[in-house]
Nanobody, 125 residues
Framework: VQLQASGGGLVQAGDSLRLSCTASGRSFSRYAMGWFRRAPGKEREFAAGVTWTGQTTYYSDSVRGRFIISRDIAKNTVYLQMNSLKPEDTAVYFC???????????????????WGQGTQVTVSS
């Protein structure tokens, strides 16, 4: 099982980026998925999560209103549309799949079992 994240890059404050994460090896259609991020010198933190149906989304306070998580179940892919980027959004972004089927997305790392390799997002001021 692999999660391949892509779409990171270097942008200016106020710009947008869209991250993608495609799972291979099995279907994750019954599992919530999430995006976490780790800023320089900080612990990895939850950014956004989406239910297995794709109908309900969850966000950390720091990204709510600017980021949008979505998923394409048929493509086994989750996206993170990041708008109005700020320098404090600079981080390595990781996608992950929930360890248990049908669970609501958790903000806790230990509730996820498969992780992507991370994609760097750098926002300059």
């Amino acid at each position: 099982v692999q999660l391949q994240a892509s779409g990171g890059g270097l942008v200016q404050a106020g710009d947008s980026l869209r991250l993608s994460c495609t799972a291979s090896g099995r279907s994750f259609s019954r599992y919530a998925m999430g995006w976490f991020r780790r800023a320089p010198g900080k612990e990895r933190e939850f950014a956004a999560g989406v239910t297995w149906t794709g109908q309900t989304t969850y966000y950390s306070d720091s990204v709510r209103g600017r980021f949008i998580i979505s998923r394409d179940i048929a493509k086994n892919t989750v996206y993170l549309q990041m708008n109005s980027l700020k320098p404090e959004d600079t981080a390595v972004y990781f996608c992950a799949t929930a360890a248990e089927r049908f669970r609501t997305p958790s903000m806790l790392e230990h509730d996820y079992d498969y992780w992507g390799q991370g994609t760097q997002v750098t926002v300059s001021s």
